[in-house]
Structures are given as C-alpha cells and as structure tokens.
C-alpha cells in the first residue's frame, strides 16, 4: 500500500538539485534558467500528492527508512525519513505553496539580473523545509531546520545593496538563533536521558506518550519548554517576534513563501511533531497557550496601527501563528494543523495580492492606494476572498479553522476563548481597514497602476479558490481531517454558540472597518483624537524594538567595545611587542655585524670574561 | 714557588698588552706586532712551566720553539695580506676593513 511513500526522499531533493543546477550555472542560467527551479517543485509537488493521495484513500502505514549516518563510541547516529499524515499534509502545503509562488516570481522577479540566484536560493529554501518535514529524528530535522535559516537570510537579504534589507536579514538571523539554541539543549538533553539515547519521533512517542516514568516531569517541562523555544523564534511568537515584520524588506514572494509555507511553519510543525512531549507536562502546555494567546491578541493590535502594506500582513501572520500555539497549548494538535493548512494557502494568496498591488503602484504605504480595485480587478476580487477567509468570515477556509481553535480554547480554558475572540475581531477590522483602504476610494496618488501578468495572477486565482473551499476538510459537522490526522475517532463537539460568535465578531469587524474606512460614518482619527497615546504606541510596536536595543543591543555592543579594546591593546599589544622585540634583536645584532675584525674580538673577549666570571661565581654561589 | 707566580704574572700583563693593542690599535702593522706579543706571552707560559711546573721537563720549551716558528709563518701570512690589502686600497687602517660583512 505505499508505493509512493519509499520516493518520498525524492521530494526534497527536486529542489535542491535545481538550487545545485542553478548555482553552478551561476548568472550565465538566465530567465529560461529560473523555470528549473519552477519545474523542480512541480516535480515535488506531484509527488507529494500521489504520497497524500494513497494515504487519504487507503489505510497505508506510516513509511519510515534511514541509513546508519554516524558511530561515535557505541553510540550510532542515523539519518532518515519517515511519511505519516501529518508529513503527507505539510509536504502538500509546502510544495503547493512553493511551486505557486515559483510560478508567481516568474513575473515578480523578471527585471531582476539575480534571477537564477533567486530560484536557486528558493529552491534550497524549499527543499530544507521538507527536509525539515521528513526528517524522521529531531538530529535531522535540526539540520534542516538550521538550513531553513540560513535560507531566510540568503532571501530576506536578496536585495543587499538595501542597509535596510541587509539590517532585516541579519536580525532573522540572530533572533531565530536565539530560540535555535533552546532547541538545540532540549536535542541534547533528549539525548542524554532517552534510552539509548534515540531521537526518532516514534520512540519518542513511545517513551513520552505512554507515561512510562523513563523521563522525569521536571526535565520533559524543560525539554518542551525548550523545544518551544526553538518555535518561538522560527514561528515569531512573543519575544521573539521582531525579526518578522523586519524580513519584509525581502522580495514579496519570499515573505509569501516564508510566511504560509516554509520558515514560520516549522515552529509550528516542530511543537506538533513533539506533541507527545509536551502533553506529558501541563506546565509546558500552559506555557504555550498562553505566549500564543497573547501573542495573537498583542500582534492583531500592532496590526491595526501599521501603514505598510506588508507589514499588516507580517502582524497578522504574527498573530495567526499565536493562533495555532494557542490551539496546541489546549491540547488540540489537529486544529493547529487545521489552521497552518489554511492560512498556508490564504496568507500566501494575500502576501502575493500585496507583491501585484506593489508591482502595479511602486508603493507599500497603504495611505498613497487607493480605488486599486478598478484597475486591478484579478488582484482585487482574490486579495478580498484572503482577507475574508483570514478575517474568519464564513464560509471561507480561514472561519473553518479558527472555529476549531476557539471552540478547543472554550473547552480547556473560557478565558483563552475570549482572548482568542477579541483578536478576531481585531483582525477582521484590520484586514477591512487594509482592504477598503487600497482598493475602494479615489487614487491617492497618480502613478498608472495596472493589472500584473497572467503568470502572477493565475497562483492568485488557484489560492483564492484554495482559501475558499480548504476549510470544508473539517468543519463543526465533519471531522475527517482530524480524524485523519490523529487515527483517533474524531469527538463531535460542535459549539453553535462559538459558530455563530466568531462568524458575528468577524462580520462585525468588517463592518465596523466598512464604516470607518470606506464609508466614512465613523470619522477615522476617532480614536486617535482621544487616545493619542494609544495610537503612537500602537504604531510604535509597544516599543519592543527600541526596548530591545536598550535592553539587550546596547549593553552587548558595549561589551563588544571594550573586548574589541581588549583585543587591540591587550592581545595585539602582545602579539605586536613579540614582534617588535625580534626585529629589535635582530637590528642589534646587525649592528654588531660589522665586519671589523677589532670588533668582533672585543666581542669575544667580552664572552670570555663573562664566561670566567661566571665559572668563577659558581664556586661561591 | 714564587718564581712560577712572577714568570706568569709577566706573562699575563705581556698578553694583556698584546690584547689591548689588538682590540686597540688602527695600524694594521701595529696590531700584528701586538699579536706576536700575545704569542710570546704564551711562550714564556710554557718555558716558565717547563722550569717551574708540577713535573718539569724540556718539552715545554721544546714546543716554544715551534710556536715561535708557527709565529713566523704566521706573521709572513699577516704581512703578505696586508701588503695584498694595501695595494687594494692603499691604507693600513684596520677600521677601514669591513670585508667579513660582504
């Protein structure tokens, strides 16, 4: 029954051959060169259906293979993959997202003369993800996850000759690093107290989900918390949020790419992949219910206040990604997917909406758009259908899933549930807001937008139907994707009451926005007259940033100034007076070489003496 | 006893002069002389221990002999570089010699 699943290590390497193909033809590959890479992830993404297909219809066993990798003392280190359900989905979200926005770049990124470099750096990206996806063991899965990071900073910083880009791409890096560390001591202490010292998932699942008492609960609260952290910085939660919205200055495909699919997801996939760790310890569970709630409810609010197109969409990412840990904090794995498995494809479809608007207008403040919506009528009528299903309008994809995160908060936690609501609703008052804004009214500015090439609107198109119809996988009446998911019997718990909540906090939010942005009921500086503070804190990101550079920037820099110091006079200071010494005795000695012949004999009488003195000094010594 | 200190002692002062005319002297010639006087002082050296010394004998004076004839040969090939010298750069003065440097 799995014919497909002993290929699936095919998967990931269609895109890294072309990343291969694509560096060693270097510059020279050229437009035609960059369909490589698109053909690569169609590749994958053929594959990887066949591998969802057979394990949708059949009952197929999980698939697992690795090779003997490593053998350090008795201890043996293997490499391999394995193809469960949860794998099969992700491998479809990330290759379908992947090869879409491939398709899309074709047209973003054609005046671009680093073109091949692009897809090269894409391809990479892409295949490290599902490296990241398949990896049957954590040691593997952190290779890949590392690569996933260093991909991010290759494309956040495509565009270098920006100090700006350059800035973003450098604070990925370093951000990420932070939580790369918790996961890599969670690996390590993993390590050391499993039996055996396994890391494969099953065993794992094994050890933590049967409550055998092998591993301690206060090292398991540590381990998840700290696998938690590595999710953290991958996937953007609170604290470590900022490097997000900063890595918009990469091209708008990539903030697609590394937003719905590749990057922010990893976080996400890697808590449920360990699921069984952190339901072993409610400490850790709590953890993560509560950064993800805050987490969404704080980024809905930054939301609100931004002005840049991309940015509005890198918050509200922010706080959907809060969304899925909220849902794992309350135990319920499936719906997380469920939520990864929609926006996957409505924030894709809304970051590119925002890559053609940017094309068409040259712009990303959404104060300088507006009446779009006429002159960009493919980009318009999708970039609505996105910003309604992630609003959680019904009946698009996005409603779906939040549903079954809010009804899963009320369950465990009614406090969490409200929290949740509060930040729908922010959400959907920021999307009308964003919406009305840029594509109703008169034009704010007179620059001749217009409509982008077929190949970047058809990935718009097959993303809007996407975000429509994915969210019928699993509703409050059909279970079949948790079911699917989990192998468990699926427990009917349908709320109507959170239905009809959050389907009226979502249309209450858009209106509220219709009213405000393009009717003009509600005057728009209503709260900004009366709150004035509010607003610039708002604006202002709570002043984490500039907290940050207070707190942890500065103090470092300063250290790094005095050890820089330190380095100069100290450690150069010896190294130069090593050096100085030896010239200097060899220009004495020079000097002695004077080829008088007088000279040397003084020279030698002068030893001589010494010498007898010393002879001489002995005795009495 | 005594006489063995005295023979030394003169020996000793005779090299010492020998030296500082050596280390001392521009005079090429004047420090040639001066090396024959160092020679000297270790002739008188071995005659004063084959007279004086813990078990006298002729040999001690047999090998001043010799030193004095190596001396010779020696002062012929001193004088012939420095005539060779000379005709080079038509000066005696040893500060003037730096050729162990090239």
């Not at chain 1, 193909?21 to 690569?40: D, E, S």
């Not at chain 1, 469960?84 to 479809?92: A, F, I, K, Q, Y």
Request: hydrophobic share 55%.
């Amino acid at each position: 029954m799995t014919v497909f699943a002993e290929y699936a290590w095919l998967v990931p390497v269609f895109p890294v051959a072309a990343f291969a193909v694509l560096i060693a033809m270097g510059r020279g590959a050229g437009r035609p060169g960059a369909w490589i890479g698109t053909l690569a992830t169609l590749l994958s993404l053929i594959l990887s259906l066949c591998i969802a297909g057979e394990r949708i219809s059949g009952k197929a066993e999980d698939y697992s293979a690795h090779y003997h990798w490593l053998q350090v003392g008795n201890i043996s280190l293997s490499a391999g993959y394995e193809v469960t359900n949860l794998t099969s989905l992700m491998l479809v979200i990330v290759t379908l997202v992947s090869f879409l926005v491939n398709l899309y770049s074709q047209g973003y990124m054609r005046d671009d003369d680093r073109m091949p470099t692009f897809f090269a750096y894409m391809g990479l990206f892409t295949g490290s993800m599902l490296g990241l996806v398949l990896a049957d063991n954590l040691l593997t899965m952190y290779i890949f996850w590392e690569l996933v990071g260093v991909c991010s900073f290759l494309l956040v910083g495509f565009w270098f000759h920006k100090p700006e880009a350059k800035a973003a791409a450098k604070k990925a890096f370093i951000v990420t690093r932070i939580g790369d560390l918790g996961l890599l001591i969670a690996i390590l202490l993993l390590f050391w107290y499993m039996p055996n010292h396994a890391l494969d998932f099953s065993t794992l699942h094994n050890v933590f989900a049967t409550q055998s008492g092998v591993i301690a609960t206060g090292i398991t609260t540590w381990i998840a918390l700290l696998i938690f952290l590595g999710a953290v910085g991958k996937s953007g939660q609170f604290p470590l949020h900022v490097w997000l919205p900063d890595a918009m200055e990469g091209p708008t495909p990539i903030s697609a790419l590394i937003h719905a699919a590749t990057m922010v997801a990893a976080g996400v996939f890697l808590v449920a992949r360990t699921f069984d760790i952190f339901q072993a310890s409610p400490a850790a569970m709590h953890t993560v219910a509560i950064i993800g709630a805050f987490t969404a409810i704080f980024a809905a609010t930054i939301g609100l206040a931004q002005n840049d197109i991309k940015r509005i969409l890198a918050y509200s990412t922010i706080s959907q990604l809060g969304y899925m840990m909220l849902a794992l904090g309350v135990g319920s794995m499936p719906a997380a997917m469920f939520h990864l498995f929609t926006h996957a494809f409505f924030k894709a479809l809304l970051f590119l909406g925002a890559g053609s608007i940017i094309h068409g207008v040259h712009t990303q403040d959404i104060r300088e758009m507006g009446g779009l919506g006429r002159k960009m009528k493919t980009t318009a009528w999708t970039f609505g259908i996105g910003a309604l299903a992630l609003s959680g309008i019904p009946p698009f994809a996005g409603f779906w899933s939040k549903d079954a995160i809010l009804t899963a908060a009320l369950d465990k936690q009614p406090i969490l549930f409200v929290v949740g609501a509060v930040a729908a609703f922010f959400t959907a008052l920021y999307m009308a807001r964003l919406f009305f804004l840029v594509f109703t009214g008169n034009p704010r500015n007179d620059s001749h937008a217009h409509e982008s090439p077929a190949v970047m609107t058809i990935p718009l198109v097959v993303l809007a139907v996407l975000a429509v119809v994915a969210g019928f996988v699993q509703t409050p009446f059909n279970g079949w994707f948790a079911e699917w998911l989990t192998g468990d019997k699926a427990v009917e718990h349908g709320s109507g009451l959170v239905m009809v909540v959050s389907a009226a906090i979502g249309l209450l939010g858009v209106y509220l926005g219709w009213l405000i942005y393009a009717k003009g009921a509600i005057r728009r500086d209503v709260v900004s007259s009366r709150m004035p503070g509010l607003v610039k804190l708002l604006e202002n990101k709570y002043y984490i940033d500039e907290l940050y550079h207070l707190l942890f920037v500065k103090p470092l820099y300063a250290l790094g100034k005095v050890l820089n110091a330190f380095d100069d006079y100290v450690v150069d200071g010896v190294v130069r007076l090593a050096g100085q010494s030896a010239t200097g005795l060899g220009r004495l000695n020079a000097r002695l070489q004077s080829g008088q012949v007088q000279a040397y004999t003084l020279t030698a009488l002068i030893g001589l003496v010494i010498l007898a003195l010393a002879i001489a000094g002995r005795r009495f010594w | 006893m005594n006489m063995l200190a005295s023979y030394l002692t003169l020996a000793a002062v005779l090299f010492c002069i020998g030296l500082y005319g050596v280390i001392t002297k521009r005079n090429a010639i004047i420090v040639l002389l001066s090396i024959e006087l160092m020679l000297n002082a270790v002739n008188l050296n071995l005659v004063a221990f084959s007279k004086y010394g813990v078990h006298p004998s002729l040999t001690g004076q047999i090998f001043s002999l010799f030193t004095m004839t190596v001396a010779a040969a020696e002062a012929a090939v001193g004088v012939a570089i420095l005539v060779a010298i000379y005709r080079n750069r038509a000066s005696v003065n040893v500060d003037e010699f730096d050729e162990l440097r090239r």
